[in-house]
């Protein structure tokens, strides 16, 4: 998060008019609240401020309000003046401790109209974040909220001011406030509120909290290390079965997070080891176009890794009958779902889809919520979005199955 500056004190500033002199010594500074006139000594010390602030010589306006520091028994309307002028001054000439000084004792005189103090209470508690003193700084935004405040960048820095001042309780309590607050008005939450959130939950251990949080991240901005922290945080879940391993592969190798030559060969050799060795073949061959495979000290083994692969292809489809004749003769779908896959996942898309359904109707699998996540990714394959995210809502695993399915749920709202 970018600091303050002091510029966008000054636009607070001229908001609430600190920048009214007095044009004539005598007149109040500020009718609406002073009962009595400026004395001349007074009044002519701020007029003079007042000229060398109109032509931009803030030091020097600066120097002449000073003056004013030396006058003794000041009205509260003479202070009340002298100190809007000094805000004004000391935030066009950048120094925010004059700022502070001024602001503090014009929100203490609560003087002005409640709006224009609200606005002041703001500037208040910016100055005080661009000085460093976050304590102050976070009691500042939090009267500007409970005062009726509703600028949402300046949540987002008591948020900061909270944790840099080391209340992390507060802070995290404050940034799932906001983003539960602006889920509820329909609202996505900003990326900068889901960031810090994400590394607060994670830093105090809570790595649901953390895994919850990542999964908006992508689904609401869906960058890249997004991805990479979410796939890598659902895989270390001590419930995530090692037989999703392969899923998880082809999840990162669909948003592309599979470069290396090793990934490209595990994740080949896996394919073939559970029978899809068309889908190896397509792997292998992205390997190939990206140039993970194909080069190297190891190219001869890529070479042979594919031929496998083609052999196996072969295979598979000069045994299709028959294997197709045993799966529908099984008791349950299971054989046919994973006939079906391993056509989906080769490019037989409609084939691979209808034996993969025979299978779910028929029944009794070991595991109906991998053949439901296999079937939204056949559909995803095929081009039917879909009907792919309806059998992804059939996926209620808590083994890490359900997890894959949401995840790949949101890739498919994102693919163009």
């Not at 309307?77 to 100190?83: D, L, V």
């Not at 992390?168 to 602006?182: D, H, N, P, V």
Request: charged residues 25%; positive net charge; aromatic residues 6%.
């Amino acid at each position: 998060m970018k600091h303050l500056r002091l510029s966008q004190l000054a636009i607070l500033l001229a908001a609430i008019g600190c920048a009214t002199v007095p044009e004539l010594t005598g007149v109040a500074g500020n009718q609406a609240y002073a009962q009595e006139a400026m004395r001349a000594e007074v009044g002519k010390l701020v007029q003079q401020a007042g000229e060398l602030y109109k032509a931009k010589k803030y030091r020097d306006a600066l120097g002449k309000l000073q003056e004013t520091d030396r006058i003794g028994n000041k009205s509260v309307n003479e202070t009340f003046t002298i100190e809007r002028m000094r805000l004004s001054v000391a935030s066009a000439a950048g120094d925010n401790d004059a700022v502070i000084r001024s602001g503090e004792i014009i929100v203490a005189a609560n003087k002005l109209p409640n709006k224009d103090q609200l606005q002041l209470i703001q500037v208040l508690a910016n100055s005080y974040f661009k000085a460093n003193n976050y304590a102050k700084a976070a009691k500042m935004y939090e009267r500007y909220f409970s005062e009726g405040g509703t600028d949402s960048s300046s949540r987002q820095y008591m948020i900061q001011a909270k944790s840099m001042s080391g209340d992390s309780a507060g802070a995290l309590k404050e940034t799932r406030a906001e983003i539960q607050a602006a889920e509820k008005a329909g609202r996505v939450p900003s990326q900068s509120t889901l960031e810090t959130y994400a590394y607060a939950v994670q830093k105090s251990g809570d790595k649901a909290g953390y895994l919850a949080t990542l999964e908006k991240l992508v689904m609401h901005y869906g960058k890249k290390e997004y991805w990479v922290n979410l796939l890598n945080s659902v895989e270390r879940k001590p419930d995530f079965s090692s037989r999703l391993t392969m899923d998880l592969y082809r999840l990162k190798l669909a948003v592309g997070q599979i470069s290396k030559t090793s990934d490209f060969m595990e994740m080949s050799q896996m394919a073939i080891q559970d029978g899809n060795a068309g889908e190896a073949l397509k792997i292998i061959e992205q390997g190939y176009k990206s140039g993970a495979l194909g080069t190297g000290n190891e190219a001869a083994r890529h070479g042979r890794l594919k031929d496998l692969a083609t052999k196996r292809v072969a295979e598979a489809k000069a045994a299709f009958a028959t294997t197709e004749s045993d799966a529908q003769k099984s008791a349950d779908g299971t054989a046919l779902v994973n006939l079906g896959f391993s056509l989906a996942t080769g490019g037989e898309y409609e084939k691979g889809v209808g034996l993969m359904e025979q299978g779910i109707k028929k029944g009794s699998l070991k595991h109906p919520d991998d053949a439901n996540l296999h079937l939204g990714v056949a559909h995803l394959l095929a081009g039917k979005k879909a009907a792919g995210l309806k059998a992804f809502k059939n996926v209620q695993g808590k083994d890490g199955s359900a997890d894959l399915a949401r995840f790949w749920t949101i890739y498919a709202n994102q693919a163009k």
